[in-house]
């Protein structure tokens, strides 16, 4: 009985003192969201207000100018701003590729840039498309207030100013070229750097298809590299080739040198239709 009791009674303070391990977080826990909610409202800390500073809006124009930023491409005729909106292709400093929109409709204007998406103000390629691209004036309000609030008599005053004006900072034909193999969208109408008109090369005795590897006549339907070697393949051999390179998601090249394959033929459809496409051009540069 004695031994009972001793066990017993062990049993009892083992389960008091469980329960006053378990009772002391919980204590320090009602003390702190006790010590929470008596603050009163002077000590709660506000979170600031995401807003352009002007040293950010200045460094970001000044960017604008000196970043090594190309154009690939531009929509912005008569039809698109009366459509709403001018877009235009950018190549960035890391080979990304992005498309500010300028728009003539309230919070529209933008850029697919994290910075924009972010913060909501002029990023350093929208700034680029109005000071490199238009020729907007660094004073102008529109550039000098740093956001994106753009009305439309604003949008439409810049597009007639810039009516006839060139840019200097237009991206290498390679990469128009690499842009229009990889995504499917047609630059030759909205771009001052057309895809240059080659003719193919010359069979030599003993070409063969790359593909099929069977000879090549000049009595072939023959298709060729029209962005670098000119070489010819078998039109049937290369649209079979091209759409396996599709369905695993790769861009279509030359199976001779591999450069972006270039096919100028587009119809009125493809013409505008326009695809913002994430992709790193960085290699054609």
């Known amino acids: 009985m004695r031994r009972s009791a001793r066990v017993a009674a062990a049993k009892q303070a083992q389960a008091k003192r469980q329960q006053d391990e378990n009772a002391e977080p919980a204590g320090r826990a009602r003390t702190k969201r006790a010590s929470k909610s008596e603050a009163g409202p002077g000590l709660t800390r506000a979170k600031p207000a995401r807003q352009a500073t002007p040293a950010g809006n200045a460094g970001r124009r000044r960017r604008a100018v000196t970043d090594r930023l190309y154009l690939v491409g531009?929509?912005?005729?008569?039809?698109?701003?009366?459509?709403?909106?001018?877009?235009?292709?950018?190549?960035?400093?890391?080979?990304?590729?992005?498309?500010?929109?300028?728009?003539?409709?309230?919070?529209?204007?933008?850029?697919?840039?994290?910075?924009?998406?972010?913060?909501?103000?002029?990023?350093?390629?929208?700034?680029?498309?109005?000071?490199?691209?238009?020729?907007?004036?660094?004073?102008?309000?529109?550039?000098?207030?740093?956001?994106?609030?753009?009305?439309?008599?604003?949008?439409?005053?810049?597009?007639?100013?810039?009516?006839?004006?060139?840019?200097?900072?237009?991206?290498?034909?390679?990469?128009?070229?690499?842009?229009?193999?990889?995504?499917?969208?047609?630059?030759?109408?909205?771009?001052?750097?057309?895809?240059?008109?080659?003719?193919?090369?010359?069979?030599?005795?003993?070409?063969?298809?790359?593909?099929?590897?069977?000879a090549i006549a000049e009595d072939d339907e023959l298709d060729f590299c029209r962005a670098s070697c000119r070489r010819s393949v078998h039109v049937e051999c290369f649209t079979r080739w091209a759409a396996q390179r599709r369905q695993r998601g790769e861009p279509v090249s030359c199976v001779y040198c591999r450069a972006a394959w270039v096919n100028p033929s587009t119809t009125a459809d493809t013409e505008r239709a326009f695809k913002r496409s994430r992709v790193n051009l960085e290699r054609f540069v």
Do not use: W
Request: glycine share 6%; charged share 25%.
């Open 74 to 214: 531009r929509r912005d005729t008569d039809a698109d701003l009366a459509e709403g909106s001018l877009t235009f292709i950018v190549l960035g400093t890391t080979g990304n590729v992005y498309y500010p929109t300028l728009s003539r409709i309230p919070n529209k204007t933008a850029c697919t840039c994290i910075d924009q998406r972010c913060r909501k103000g002029l990023c350093k390629h929208l700034l680029f498309i109005l000071i490199r691209v238009l020729k907007v004036r660094s004073d102008h309000p529109v550039v000098a207030r740093g956001d994106a609030r753009i009305s439309a008599s604003e949008l439409e005053s810049i597009y007639a100013e810039s009516r006839g004006t060139s840019c200097e900072a237009m991206a290498p034909s390679a990469v128009c070229n690499a842009f229009v193999a990889i995504t499917g969208n047609d630059l030759s109408d909205n771009t001052g750097a057309e895809l240059a008109d080659v003719e193919r090369r010359p069979l030599e005795q003993g070409d063969e298809c790359p593909i099929c590897f069977e």
